[in-house]
């Protein structure tokens, strides 16, 4: 499991520190981060989704131009009838040539790359990254207890290596707490600071 790893805002420090009640291990404490952990999460799924944004709010990326075969796979969505390359003038549905002659493509030919694939199988709606193909990833990222608070990742080491690798290749933090996050996670600490004070 990979755990989100933040900077607390300087008035989460502070509030925090105000009430000794509040060790992240006691009821109170508890509550406030588990809150806020689970708010993050619903934010940062809505953030990298809908928006394709990374954690400082630009775009994650652009999808790659480069030519290339792509499969169907298990997006639910079809492209259509796998098809060649195009060969004397058309695209072919068998292999015209080499050790599959006459075997049907099980693959498609995208001339504009993953993003032309993905806007085939209806999952290009921004036009940029938004880390979504089957949405199994973000799906399965979750809020865990880690005895000692609470954390946002995944159960599965696949999962996290796959994220971890999605920050690496677009050079950027994609799962930290944005500065939207941060500002409504302050909110969330201070109404609920609120609350308990008024118990």
Do not use: C
Request: hydrophobic share 35%; charged share 25%; glycine share 14%.
């Amino acid at each position: 499991m990979i755990t989100l790893k933040t900077n607390a805002d300087e008035q989460i420090t502070f509030l925090l520190s105000e009430l000794a009640d509040l060790d992240p291990k006691a009821v109170i404490g508890t509550e406030i981060v588990r809150t806020v952990a689970f708010g993050q999460l619903a934010e940062m799924r809505r953030r990298i989704r809908v928006e394709g944004l990374a954690t400082n709010g630009g775009k994650i990326g652009n999808y790659s131009t480069r030519p290339g075969y792509f499969a169907q796979g298990e997006v639910g969505s079809s492209f259509g009838r796998p098809l060649g390359k195009f060969y004397k003038g058309k695209r072919r549905s068998k292999f015209a040539g080499g050790k599959k002659k006459g075997q049907d493509h099980k693959t498609r030919y995208f001339e504009k790359g993953y993003g032309q694939f993905k806007t085939a199988i209806g999952r290009n709606t921004l036009g940029s990254v938004n880390l979504s193909l089957s949405g199994n990833m973000l799906d399965q990222m979750n809020v865990f207890n880690t005895g000692i608070g609470w954390g946002i990742g995944w159960t599965s080491d696949e999962l996290a290596d796959r994220a971890i690798g999605f920050e690496k290749k677009y050079k950027k933090s994609i799962f930290g707490m944005s500065q939207r996050e941060r500002k409504l996670a302050v909110g969330t600490i201070k109404r609920m600071l609120g609350n308990a004070f008024n118990r």
